[in-house]
């Protein structure tokens, strides 16, 4: 982990909690793959995650270990937007043939919903991936989405809401993938900063479990990946929401 810098926007420091389990910054830390850099932490300034498993470089050691059986396999992405969809496209598009499955019910007004999905379409046609694969999207229906976190209203950013909707769009993304012959499924999702790489690798394991299936896990911001998510976003033009 690195440290955190000084003006870093979430610099709070621990508040000398006894341990990182009773910090309520720590998991803003733990998610932002930083130390909180705190002298008075009782924990050395470390996040309760800072032993976690290394997911890029298991998805690294994944991918070397199907080119050297000589496999390009099939992979169903689940995506949430073009920008993300760049740099994550870019790691893959080498190693597996790509499906882009657009499932996102819990994007809101239906005009934000709609105007993501075109841009996704736009870019995989101006980057050249159209022709290696294609786009597929599910209908919108954000009531699966409401229905799903009916009683978590309340929860904070980042709190269970976030992990019920990882689930709701992982499983269904596992469910297709099942239904159309692919072997292995992953997601966009860990490109961005804000989101738990641990909660999406865990829960992505669990539904490749009960599906039968492979799921890549992955942490796609790691090797400047959300930078590059970025360069390619201006490159290209893409529609990032504020």
Known sequence: MQKTPR??????????????????????YAIMGLDCGSSRCHAGGKTPLAN?????????????????DG???????????????????????DHFDVTILYYNPNIAPPE??????????????DAGYAARGITVELPYDPQEFYTAVKGLENEPERGERCTVCYRMRLERAAQYARAHGFNWFTTTLSISPVKDPVRLNTIGCELAQQYGLNYLQSEFRKKDGYKRSLALSAEYGLYRQD
């Open 7 to 28: 003006n870093f926007p979430y610099f709070k420091g621990c508040g000398g909690y006894s341990s990182c389990t009773g910090c309520k910054f720590a998991q803003q």
């Open 52 to 68: 976690r498993i290394n997911y890029e470089r298991v998805m690294e050691e994944t991918i070397a270990a199907l080119e050297r």
């Open 71 to 93: 496999q390009r396999p099939q992979l169903l992405l689940h995506a949430c937007c073009a920008p993300c969809s760049s740099a994550t496209l870019e790691r893959l598009a």
């Open 112 to 125: 934000e919903y709609h105007r993501r999905e075109a841009e996704l379409e736009r870019f995989v046609r």
